[in-house]
């Protein structure tokens, strides 16, 4: 049946290609394991401060909802009046010496981000004065993540969720920089503990980093595959880190070709295989991008996700195998805009008559479903 024919529920298909293409070629230097692929956007405190003009440090005021300013950690001078915050949600249990304020911009306000000892002052200043993410390099992560890597856990709550968020939000190359620095105890103890998803994720790709082959076997062994919640995503990543590129034929026979699977679970070890190639593309880039070419032709239903990966390596080899598929109608509906996405990307004259043949095969489709004739056959690129 033509992608025409099925114009009935395009709407359905294109909502699940979108997210398909979304997760696989969004450009971001994230680590998209330790950060997830399905957690929701969020500002992190870190990030509000390098935006803000002004942020103090407070102790309560005279009245229980205001507080009163006794150390800048940024702007150009103390606030001499009484702060009343429109958001005590961070305050927490208690009542802390000093907290945190950061002011708001738009709409304008101040926000209690969190209690904050009048020790740590140096250091969220410093925070303060870092670039913004979109303005970083793949070079300046490594020292923001050995910045963060000792408050990980860290007495003070705000203090060891801004290192996490912030260490999440890096490079996989950064992160393997982590290597040896976090105790394996510690790190079992972030798995099994209840918390952000992000810290057991790091949590299992330190434990991969430092070659803790047992507690990676042991949670791929009990993991489930039908919550998508990256936790596998970061087991096939710490096997791979373990076993190396010799490893891929077995991840890939195992959370990828094995029958009965889930599409979470086949996406998540591709996914794994892709933050390798991102971060050592010397050693994984050609094994890596293999696989998928193999994998798209041999599972079709896997394609779109395949062609998303490619697309974000840059590497466009597969790109006559697919643009065959795609003409053929062999693919899923689900799998056709990242595919097309993927050939329009792709530097290549196959890929240029491949996409052209097919749009002019829809085209032709759309025409005749109108008319009432039959579908056409497909119009080869060659012909």
């Known amino acids: 049946m033509s992608c025409a024919a099925r114009s009935c529920r395009k709407p359905a ?9 979304i997760v696989s070629t969004t450009v971001v230097l994230a680590c998209p394991v330790c950060l997830g692929t399905t957690d929701a956007p969020r500002l992190t405190l870190a990030q509000r401060l390098v935006e803000t003009d002004l942020a103090v440090l407070a102790r309560r005021g005279a009245s229980a909802t205001s507080f009163r300013a006794v150390a800048l950690v940024k702007g150009s001078s103390v606030p001499n009046r009484e702060i009343i915050p429109e958001d005590f949600g961070a305050v927490g249990d208690g009542d802390p010496e000093t907290v945190l304020l950061v002011r708001r911009s738009w709409p304008l306000g101040w ?159 591709l996914l794994a295989m892709r933050v390798h190639a991102e971060a050592e593309p010397e050693l994984w880039r050609g094994p890596v991008t293999a696989a998928y070419g193999s994998i798209a032709i041999r599972k079709p239903d896997l394609a779109g996700f395949v062609a998303g990966h490619l697309q974000s390596l840059g590497a466009w080899d597969a790109a006559p195998a697919l643009g065959a598929a795609l003409v053929d109608g062999v693919l899923p509906e689900d799998a056709e805009l990242p595919v097309l996405s993927f050939l329009r990307a792709a530097p290549m004259p196959a890929a240029a008559k491949a996409e052209a043949a097919f749009l002019a095969r829809q085209r032709l489709s759309l025409s005749q479903r109108s008319s009432g004739s039959l ?3 497909p119009v080869r690129p060659d012909q």
């Open 111 to 269: 926000s209690v981000a969190g209690a904050l000892p009048a020790d740590r002052l140096d250091w969220v200043r410093t925070i303060a004065r870092f670039k913004r993410s979109s303005e970083m390099s793949a070079g300046d992560w490594l020292p923001r993540v050995q910045f963060f890597a000792p408050d990980l856990d860290a007495p003070t709550p705000m203090v060891a969720a801004v290192a996490l968020d912030e260490i999440a939000r890096a490079p996989y190359r950064a992160i393997r920089s982590l290597k040896g620095i976090i105790p394996g105890d510690t790190q079992a103890r972030w798995i099994e503990a209840k918390g952000p998803p992000q810290r057991r994720r790091l949590a299992i790709l330190l434990a991969g980093l430092d070659r803790n082959d047992e507690l990676v076997t042991a949670g791929l062994r009990a993991v489930s595959t039908a919550q998508d919640d990256g936790v596998l995503a970061a087991l096939l990543t710490a096997r791979l880190e373990i076993d190396g590129p010799a490893g891929l034929s077995q991840v890939e026979a195992d959370w990828v070709m094995a029958p009965g699977l889930s599409r979470t679970a086949s996406g998540s070890a």
């Open 13 to 21: 298909g294109f909502l699940s290609s979108l997210a398909t293409w």
């Open 375 to 377: 579908d056409p056959p």
